[in-house]
């Protein structure tokens, strides 16, 4: 019902930035939320941000002001922008959407877009 196509990953120096970007086509209006997730090596799938219909945003403490989550004016794309970038944020980042559809919750997950960050 929802698919999700990434761009903006690759590899950036400390104290970089980079704006990750995630299209969303299909059943765009009944998206209920849609966040940014990430992994890095060896440790398991995180938070990182979430936006949800209303328009309000969460962000997680790790990256408290050098991250910002919004989406655009259709809500059909979702950026990260991400600044001050610092070795701990090397991960694969996840573009993740959720929709109720019959009063059932669904996720739906993009390919995922490698942020390298290098000294």
């Known amino acids: 019902q929802v698919q999700l196509v990434e761009s903006g990953g690759g590899l950036v120096r400390a104290g970089g930035s980079l704006r990750l970007s995630c299209a969303a086509s299909?059943?765009?209006?009944?998206?209920?939320?849609m966040g940014w997730y990430r992994q890095p090596p060896g440790k398991q799938r995180e938070l990182v941000a979430t936006?949800?219909?209303?328009?309000?945003?969460h962000t997680a403490d790790s990256v408290k002001g050098r991250f910002t989550i919004s989406r655009d004016n259709a809500r059909n794309t979702l950026h990260l922008q991400v600044d001050s970038l610092k070795l701990e944020d090397t991960a694969v980042y996840y573009c993740n959407v959720q929709i109720v559809s019959s009063g059932i919750r669904y996720s739906y997950w993009g390919q995922g877009t490698q942020v390298t960050v290098s000294s």
């Open positions: 299909g059943r765009t209006n009944i998206i209920a939320s």
């Open positions: 936006i949800i219909s209303g328009g309000e945003t």
